[in-house]
T-cell receptor, first 113, second 114 residues
């Protein structure tokens, strides 16, 4: 069952612009994570934000979390062509057996040079 | 660094064949997962294991089975491959201790069933 829903499904921007992707989820969570997938490859972890945090930064990445709205956003600043990839949010549901993350369908980001 | 390896990057099999996909992780993680990924559907969990010889069904277990005889190795088995099992298969592992642990993925196996 998919808990995370990303928006938009696809995003195309020019190099140097900022890219914002959103994720909504349905149940209480321990944390929310963002992953990146280059074409035909496995997923790579980008950043994790805990349920008691509101904002987190890592390099050109900024993640926000609003637990009252059950939503998160990932901002990539000053995008580069190498940022072209699919981005997935994953929630770590509270009170769920199995220690497994629930992934959304992803946002495809294309950065044009 | 955590490393998750998968036995093949690309695999072509015929309908009805038995297919084994192997996954190995080198960080002593308790939890291991098998997903399939199809365009527009995201990652769907097939099976996961939280300990040796333990397995739990995910969201789409039909047509698949798994084996975990050793902690570092988690195998996905297609007993009789069908064309609708053509997909990208991703293995992942994760620690149990602590609730802020990330999941580490292998490079994926693109399986084509003819």
């Amino acid at each position: 069952s998919q808990q995370g829903e990303e928006d938009p499904q696809a995003l195309s921007i020019q190099e140097g612009e900022n890219a914002t992707m959103n994720c909504s989820y349905k149940t209480s969570i321990n944390n929310l994570q963002w992953y990146r997938q280059n074409s035909g490859r496995g997923l790579v972890h980008l950043i994790l934000i805990r349920s008691n945090e509101r904002e987190k930064h890592s390099g050109r990445l900024r993640v926000t979390l609003d637990t009252s709205k059950k939503s998160s956003s990932l901002l990539i600043t000053a995008s580069r062509a190498a940022d072209t990839a699919s981005y997935f949010c994953a929630t770590d549901p509270a009170m769920e057996y199995g220690n497994k993350l629930v992934f959304g369908a992803g946002t495809i980001l294309r950065v044009k040079s | 660094d955590v490393k998750v390896t998968q036995s093949s990057r690309y695999l072509v099999k015929r309908t009805g064949e038995k297919v084994f996909l192997e996954c190995v992780q080198d960080m002593d993680h308790e939890n291991m997962f098998w997903y399939r990924q199809d365009p527009g559907l995201g990652l769907r969990l097939i099976y996961f294991s939280y300990d040796v010889k333990m397995k739990e069904k995910g969201d789409i277990p039909e047509g698949y089975s798994v084996s975990r005889e050793k902690k570092e190795r988690f195998s996905l088995i297609l007993e009789s491959a069908s064309t609708n099992q053509t997909s990208m298969y991703l293995c992942a592992s994760r620690r149990t201790s602590g609730r802020s642990d990330t999941q580490y993925f292998g490079p994926g196996t693109r399986l084509t069933v003819l």
